[in-house]
């Protein structure tokens, strides 16, 4: 299955703790936990281009499997990893943050972040 598309955020689970554990403030806090995201994802083999829109804020990650690539991260640092693929999964791990993002089927994606005990996870459907 191919992760193409453009998929917006249906559901969220312990965003607001996840965010202060990686040091965002308060007020960004508050006002990103209403918005529903959209994300486009633009595969190419082992290609990848991930853009990431919540409100204002355009987040754009290109990455070529099992190739070092630096990715911004949601707090605006630039890191340098290395994107698996496992499957229908792009793991990724970011300072500390494990990331798996799951292709479930043809049309919902789950992206779990892992921090420490805490995991965040956002369920996204296809446009």
């Given at each position: 299955?191919?992760f193409?598309?453009?998929?917006?955020?249906?559901?969220?689970?312990?965003?607001?703790?996840f965010?202060?554990?990686?040091?965002?403030?308060?007020?960004?806090?508050?006002?990103?936990?209403?918005?529903k995201?959209?994300?486009?994802?633009?595969?190419?083999?082992?290609?990848?281009?991930?853009?990431v829109?919540?409100g204002?804020?355009?987040?754009?990650?290109?990455?070529?499997?099992?190739?070092e690539?630096?990715?911004?991260?949601?707090?605006?640092?630039?890191?340098k990893?290395?994107?698996?693929?496992?499957?229908?999964?792009l793991?990724?791990?970011?300072?500390g943050?494990?990331s798996?993002?799951?292709?479930?089927?043809?049309n919902?994606i789950?992206?779990?972040?892992?921090?420490?005990?805490?995991?965040?996870?956002?369920?996204?459907?296809?446009?």
């Open positions: 299955m191919s193409s598309g453009k998929y917006q955020l249906e559901s969220q689970e312990n965003f607001e703790a965010m202060k554990a990686i040091g965002l403030p308060d007020e960004l806090i508050q006002k990103g936990k209403d918005i995201s959209v994300s486009e994802i633009e595969e190419t083999g082992d290609n990848f281009k991930v853009t829109t919540t204002t804020k355009v987040l754009v990650n290109s990455f070529v499997i099992g190739q690539s630096e990715i911004e991260t949601i707090t605006g640092d630039k890191v990893t290395v994107v698996r693929r496992d499957g229908n999964k793991r990724v791990s970011l300072k943050i494990e798996v993002t799951e292709l479930v089927d043809g919902t789950v992206n779990t972040m892992t921090l420490g005990g805490i995991v965040y996870k956002r369920t996204s459907k296809r446009l």
